[in-house]
């Protein structure tokens, strides 16, 4: 087997366990579909964003629970949580958009033991996730370095 071959296989068969493990769910394939020829880095660019978007949420969010515990501003926990909510919905980054919801319980309740549980699971997740984003990244640009074409499930 040649090497794109080989390494279109890898992609495939990791791309394949990161929906099979429920970190990605049906819209990451949707965005993987809205790319093509005239632009060619749309996932990457997307996810970049979230990327972005996500570390500045992850530090407000430990911002408004770790630093005056006394006076927590649960509406800016509630803010930060539904727009990481959002944008993790929006790449299909299902297990992290699904501690967004499990959050949600533990801020209306002002429970601020849950919600630092809850910021945790969030990082692990979020963390996790961008790992395995990371490293099928590197694995699309080894193939289209090798002169091979990146394979859309489907």
Do not use: W
Not at 97 to 103: E, H, K, L, Q
Not at 120 to 131: A, G, I, M, T
Not at 140 to 147: L, N, P, R, S
């Amino acid at each position: 087997m040649d090497i794109v071959n080989q390494l279109q296989r890898q992609y495939v068969d990791f791309l394949s366990s990161l929906y099979r493990e429920g970190l990605l769910d049906d819209q990451f394939l949707q965005i993987q579909k809205l790319q093509d020829e005239s632009n060619p880095e749309f996932v990457n660019e997307v996810v970049t964003l979230f990327f972005e978007d996500s570390e500045k949420l992850l530090h407000n969010l430990a911002v408004s629970l770790y630093v005056d515990q006394q006076n927590v501003d649960y509406q800016k926990v509630d803010a930060c949580v539904h727009q990481f909510k959002g944008s993790s919905s929006s790449i299909g980054a299902q297990r992290v958009r699904n501690i967004c919801a499990s959050f949600r319980t533990c801020y209306d309740a002002k429970n601020l033991e849950g919600c630092l549980r809850c910021l945790q699971q969030l990082k692990d997740e979020y963390y996790l996730v961008k790992n395995k984003l990371q490293t099928l990244f590197r694995l699309e640009q080894q193939i289209v370095a090798a002169g091979g074409v990146i394979p859309i499930m489907g």
